[in-house]
């Protein structure tokens, strides 16, 4: 069983393009709505949660967990990878959405030697859109000049957005949200071109087309969920003890579905935004 870790709604994105691509694989989802959005805490307390949602999911059977959230990538995923999981559960896995996006944007493995440099990305401009918490972590940018440093990065912060997602609020007043993040990282270019954009949290792609309707015609908006899933096929072509067992048997469900919040609120909003009916259970 693979695990799927998200601060609330976001990662169900992400989990989606996992099932399409390994239908004989089980899931274990967790949404940690009770305390979303992760853009309201302080790092430590990010740290904290994200650990609790990997050691649940492990209590669950999954060896490998994929965490889905931008903000808990960027701010606890590389110590929990170096410093807790060796210590605490050392035949156990955790991986996250950044580095996918990293490694498509500028054609080099994260772990590069110097050879990278040798053929660098041409010059394009990225723009990111992010909770607080992951713009201010700089990963993206930071990431992303080691590898391709003529790609230009552009962030803008995203206050409230994943909150409103989470609250299911109404397609007006998210577009109206959408709109001014979309203003305000143009208005940082100046008139200039945007070649790609990335949503930059699980969450936003619940309302990618608001973003397709507000951004220039042709910029490509990078999809996170297909990014990270064709990362973990490749990873599990590599390590495929972390597949959870072989396939499920015929009959079983594929997915399992945890919430810290309201069971039945969180499975209403995640219809609305999913369009079929999912069954959270306490988790």
């Known amino acids: 069983m693979i695990g799927v870790f998200d601060s609330g709604h976001g990662g169900l994105t992400v989990l989606a393009a996992l099932t399409r691509r390994f239908p004989g694989l089980r899931f274990s989802y967790l949404g940690d709505h009770g305390n979303a ?10 740290l904290d949660l994200t650990r609790a949602g990997i050691e649940r999911l492990f209590q669950e059977g999954c060896r490998l967990v994929i965490v889905a959230c931008n903000s808990a990538t960027a701010i606890a995923l590389r110590g ?15 991986l996250g959405v950044i580095v996918p996006v990293v490694e498509a944007l500028t054609g080099v493995p994260w772990a590069h030697d110097s050879s990278w440099a040798v053929h ?19 990963v993206y940018p930071i990431e992303i000049a080691k590898r391709a440093p ?31 993040y979309v203003d305000a990282l ?12 990335v949503l ?15 951004l220039p015609p042709g910029v490509e908006v990078m999809s996170q969920p297909v990014l990270v899933t064709a990362a973990t096929r490749s ?10 067992g ?14 810290t919040g309201d069971p039945e609120q969180v499975s209403r909003i995640a219809r609305r935004f999913l369009g079929r009916g999912i069954a959270f259970e306490a988790a």
């Open 80 to 94: 929990i990878q170096q410093d807790w999981l060796p210590r605490h559960y050392p035949e156990r896995r955790a």
């Open 186 to 197: 143009l208005a940082q270019v100046d008139g200039a071109p945007i070649d790609h954009v």
């Open 200 to 214: 930059g949290c699980t969450h936003y792609p619940l309302v990618g087309p608001l973003f397709a309707r507000f």
């Open 120 to 138: 660098p990305r041409p010059a394009a401009t990225v723009g990111v859109f992010g909770t607080v918490h992951t713009v201010r972590s700089l």
């Open 246 to 259: 072989g396939r499920r048997p015929a009959g079983e469900p594929q997915c399992r579905f945890l919430t």
């Open 37 to 46: 959005p992760y853009g309201a805490h302080s790092g430590p307390a990010v």
């Open 235 to 244: 990873y599990l072509l590599r390590r495929p003890e972390y597949a959870g």
């Open 150 to 180: 003529a790609i230009t990065v552009v962030q803008q912060e995203c206050p409230g957005l994943a909150g409103a997602i989470e609250d299911g609020a109404p397609e007006a007043e998210l577009a109206a949200l959408v709109a001014d």
